[in-house]
């Protein structure tokens, strides 16, 4: 199967944004390849996997800072 790797790259970032994710594992199961294929479309330090590594910091950031906001208000 011919994968579009643009494609696939703006999919991905669609799933962090829309999905909440935190890890690349959770990236692969949005999407419609392998986990050889993404890796192989987004090698370690590529300027893609760094993009959706960012967004994946990001929620981990978001999703944090909520925790903390409850926890000082005393919700649970």
């Known amino acids: 199967m ?3 790797k643009e ?3 703006e999919k ?3 799933a962090i944004e829309e999905n909440n994710l ?9 999407l419609p390849c392998s ?3 993404f890796y192989e479309f987004f090698p370690v330090e590529s300027n893609e996997l760094n993009t959706l590594k ?8 978001q999703t944090k ?3 903390r906001k409850k926890l000082e ?3 649970k």
């Open 12 to 14: 991905a970032k669609k």
């Open 35 to 37: 986990k050889p294929t």
């Open 2 to 4: 011919a994968y579009d």
């Open 54 to 61: 960012e967004l994946l910091d990001d929620n981990k950031v």
């Open 7 to 9: 494609l696939i790259f």
């Open 65 to 67: 800072v909520k925790i």
């Open 22 to 30: 935190f890890f690349i594992e959770d990236i692969v199961a949005f």
């Open 73 to 75: 208000m005393g919700e």
